[in-house]
């Protein structure tokens, strides 16, 4: 898998996709003592929506059994040097926080003129980087397949885009995900751009989606969210009797790993209620009714593996990684690092690893979590994950069910700082002269994924018992259809 370069110091940041710079005296040089390398000073850049017409055309889509699938491409990281990293050659940050790929790979990649510092072509991976120092990494890019299932539009008007998101697609960019988002294909395929993320699902999970077409709306509605003035309504299908009468969760949770995205119940963790209410039973799985309260990460599946009924095919709550009780009452049996270390053997033995997220080079590489203390972007959550976070840190202001993996809003510094450690940068551009659909005719010589094959997932692989099917706020009210699996008659 690629990587990015290092990271981003002092706040600063090169302008993402639609940023404008301002327009500004140039500074004058200090005179250069004998030897001394110059660094140009940062970029000032105004946000603003992060994709464009550029962005939408790197690359084209193409359909195979049921899946969605993106031709690789090239693709540029970009980055400032991070703090920590000023006085450290290049080849060492390489050899210590980006190991996904081996220092061999690094210096081929100089010598085709892929390195580049400061708008130069890397010669030397020696150079010792000073502050302000400016990298751009050419990759090939590869992203996992998703559902061929079309983006339903539920509603369009002058404020508001409100989708049926199918499970399997990310809502944004982030994680080894970019054209294959809820963001990427309402832009390329309906035209539908610059919209404002309001709340998030998990990458699994389908159902009502809304973005808002300006600040202002977005603003509004997040207020709503805010004051917990939005009602959420969830659907899913469950292992076995689930009871009768109404069930109320209030089991704190904890983030074990922000990388795989994991949570369990546990005393330290964040507070939170969801309420239950079984709609059918066929003898053998119930369909049940969820109402979060608050918006905790995996909120709803955690609650549910607690209750002792955990989603049918949830991919993460339902294995036997947890044990013999697959997690019931909080009782596991294993430390974090056993339980994720189990819950990767148990997807990399059915080799669908690409479920999670992760690849198994991914699993070869750790960033140096002794520096975190130096980075704002790092938790003590992620230090305690045994495995690399590829993933955004996740935050439990919106949505009780969206995705570790896509919930770093787009237009934020801070957020586009932490996806430049976590492996994937959603600010971003295609490097000059490059274009996807030439990229995808040929493999490239340095590109470890043009040597790979993966099995494709199925489409039934793709799907998570969990569906999104009504928000409410003080103006509006959106409901998608119930899905085929939650009727009552459904059978597997």
């Known amino acids: 898998m690629a990587e990015p370069g ?48 550029a962005h939408f055309a790197e690359t084209s889509y193409y359909f195979e059994g049921g899946l969605r699938k993106v031709r690789p491409y090239y693709f540029d990281f970009r980055t400032y040097c991070k703090g920590r990293w000023v006085g450290r050659s290049l080849l060492h940050v390489f050899g210590t926080e980006f190991r996904a790929q081996p220092l061999a790979y690094y210096r081929a990649a100089a010598r085709a003129g892929r390195l580049r510092l400061n708008e130069e ?70 035209d539908l751009k610059e919209l404002h993320t309001i709340h998030r699902l998990d990458r699994m999970t389908s159902g009502v989606l809304m973005f808002a077409k300006t600040a202002e709306v977005s603003k509004r509605i997040d207020e709503q969210v805010r004051e917990r003035q939005l009602e959420k309504e969830y659907v899913c299908r469950v292992v076995g009797e689930f009871p009768e009468h109404e069930v109320v969760c209030e089991e704190p949770i904890l983030v074990v790993s922000y990388k795989v995205g994991v949570c369990r119940v546990d005393p330290k963790g964040k507070s939170c209620k969801t309420i239950f ?107 305690a994950d045994p495995i690399n976070e590829n993933s955004c840190p996740a935050k439990d202001t919106k949505d009780p069910e969206r995705n570790d993996t896509a919930a770093c809003p787009l237009n934020s510094d801070t957020n586009l700082e932490m996806l430049e450690k976590n492996k994937e940068l959603a600010s971003c551009e295609i490097q000059d002269g490059q274009t996807g659909e030439k990229s995808s005719e040929e493999k490239d010589p340095l590109c470890v994924e043009c040597k790979i094959t993966r099995r494709d997932p199925s489409p039934k692989e793709l799907v998570m018992y969990l569906h999104a099917l009504r928000y409410k706020g003080a103006e509006f009210e959106y409901c998608s259809k119930m899905p085929e699996w939650a009727m009552e008659d459904w059978e597997e």
């Open 277 to 383: 209410q079984r709609l059918s039973y066929n003898g053998k799985t119930s369909v049940v009714k969820c109402l979060p309260r608050t918006g905790r990460t995996h909120q709803i599946r955690v609650h549910l593996q607690y209750l002792g009924h955990p989603i049918v095919n949830d991919p993460i709550y339902n294995m036997e990684a947890w044990g013999p009780d697959r997690g019931k009452g909080g009782k596991i049996d294993k430390t974090d690092e056993e339980l994720l270390k189990a819950l990767v053997e148990e997807h990399r033995s059915k080799q669908s690893l690409d479920i999670l997220g992760i690849l198994e080079e991914d699993l070869n590489s750790s960033a140096e979590n002794k520096d975190c203390a130096n980075s704002s972007d790092c938790t003590k959550s992620a230090q």
């Open 6 to 53: 290092p990271g981003p110091a002092g706040g600063e940041e090169e302008p993402g996709p639609g940023d404008k710079e301002e327009a500004a005296p140039a500074p004058k040089k200090r005179r250069l003592a004998a030897g001394e390398r110059y660094v140009p000073p940062p970029r000032k850049l105004s946000t603003g929506v992060s994709f464009g017409a």
């Open 121 to 190: 072509p890397v010669r030397d991976l020696d150079v010792v980087l000073k502050n302000n120092d400016f990298l751009r990494n050419t990759v090939h890019r590869h992203e996992p397949p998703v559902t061929a299932q079309p983006i339903q539009i539920l509603v369009e008007d002058n404020e508001m885009v409100v989708v049926d998101k199918p499970s399997s697609l990310p809502v944004h960019p982030c994680g080894r995900f970019r054209h294959n988002t809820v963001i990427f294909i309402l832009g390329k395929e309906h």
